[in-house]
Nanobody, 123 residues
């Protein structure tokens, strides 16, 4: 059973930065695709970014140029560096693990999920 534990959420003013981390218990972490999703109140969960074991990445248009996803396979950890945060980035952010190598943006393709961490951006 894969367990994912997010950390690093919090409150920040618009224009600020936060770094999220997601630690995986899975010994096969290095061979999977990891993703970050977010869900704002009253909205559906949406794709933010994903990364393959080799480092290939994919981003939602809304975060391109502001967010960076990275992984440390030796530490079984994936990160999301969020810069130039905007009010609309406020959401619960979830780490997820996908089986297979495709950089999917679809919630349904990810089999394992963390509990989520709150990110609040204020003016």
């Amino acid at each position: 059973q894969v367990q994912l534990l997010e950390s690093g959420g919090g409150s920040v003013q618009a224009g600020g930065s936060l770094r999220l981390a997601c630690a995986a218990s899975d010994g096969t972490f290095s061979s999977g695709v990891m993703g970050w999703f977010r869900q704002a109140p009253g909205k559906e969960r949406e794709f933010v970014a994903s990364i393959r074991w080799a480092g290939n990445t994919k981003y939602a248009d809304s975060v391109k140029g502001r967010f960076t996803i990275a992984r440390d396979n030796a530490k079984n950890t994936v990160y999301l560096q969020m810069n130039s945060l905007q009010l609309e980035d406020t959401a619960v952010y979830y780490c997820a693990r996908k089986v297979g190598i495709g950089l999917s943006t679809e919630v349904r393709d990810y089999a394992y999920w963390g509990q989520g961490t709150q990110v609040t951006v204020s003016s």
